[in-house]
């Protein structure tokens, strides 16, 4: 069921948009079908978790960290994803920054933006957002390349359309900045209920578990 399900999504998304699998709870035998089907990009949200099948699965897929990071996990982070999300402090950024300089990378980000102000949830609220960017910006070390939100979550999905709405219209004022190791290329946004409406709204990156795996069990 996986790989077909897999191959349903792949064939209804436009070209130029990427599928992130989203594998938190999931066995490696699971995320290996989804690959054969034709993933590329799986997301992960704890380290830990993301160590064990990373050791058994390796590079032939890419990796974005799509959780909380904790600055004292960047330096494990680092050695598996090949981007990270979630960036939303100065704090964190400077961890990247300085765990990147060592390996001598420049390290890719998305900061992450809290579009619903919601307080239990990480992100940057959108009229911060601006400022955070010029601040991290400085680092030598990190690149940013987009825009990542969850948005809230709604029993019907329409209602999340003015935050993606939101986010697209952040993204492309960022663009217009010219800063320094800023490059506005990636929006990511939208799960397996609201993806198509995320589309719509300019993301080229879209988040998909539970649509490709079934619901988590227990």
């Given at each position: 069921?996986i790989k077909e ?9 436009p070209?130029?948009v ?11 035998e ?7 089907a034709?993933?590329t990009?799986?997301?992960e949200?704890?380290v830990q978790?993301?160590?064990k099948k ?9 990796w974005?960290f799509?959780g909380h ?13 090949d981007?990270?999300?979630?960036v939303?402090s ?13 390996k001598?990378?420049?390290y890719p ?5 809290n ?5 239990q949830?990480s ?8 400022n955070?960017?010029?601040?991290i910006?400085?680092f030598?070390?990190?690149k ?5 939100t969850m948005?809230p979550?709604?029993?019907?999905p ?14 492309d004022?960022f663009?217009?900045?010219s800063?320094p ?11 397996s209920d609201t993806?198509e ?5 300019g993301?080229?990156i879209?988040?998909i ?10």
């Amino acid at each position: 069921m996986i790989k077909e399900r897999v191959k349903e999504i792949l064939s209804k998304i436009p070209e130029g948009v990427q599928l992130l699998c989203a594998t938190k709870g999931r066995s490696v035998e699971e995320i290996m079908e989804a690959i054969e089907a034709g993933i590329t990009l799986i997301g992960e949200n704890y380290v830990q978790e993301a160590e064990k099948k990373y050791s058994i699965i390796g590079k032939r897929v890419k990796w974005h960290f799509i959780g909380h990071l904790q600055t004292n996990k960047v330096k494990k982070a680092l050695k598996i994803f090949d981007m990270i999300e979630t960036v939303d402090s100065v704090k964190l950024a400077y961890e990247i920054d300085k765990h990147a300089k060592k390996k001598g990378v420049v390290y890719p980000v998305l900061i992450e933006i809290n579009s619903g102000k919601e307080k239990q949830k990480s992100g940057v609220f959108p009229e911060d957002a601006e400022n955070l960017i010029k601040e991290i910006s400085k680092f030598e070390n990190i690149k940013i390349e987009g825009l990542m939100t969850m948005g809230p979550f709604f029993e019907e999905p329409e209602k999340i359309r003015p935050y993606f709405r939101l986010t697209k219209e952040l993204f492309d004022n960022f663009k217009k900045l010219s800063l320094p190791n800023v490059e506005m290329k990636y929006l990511s946004m939208g799960m397996s209920d609201t993806w198509e409406i995320a589309i719509e709204e300019g993301a080229n990156i879209i988040r998909i578990g539970t649509l490709i795996f079934g619901p988590r069990k227990g």
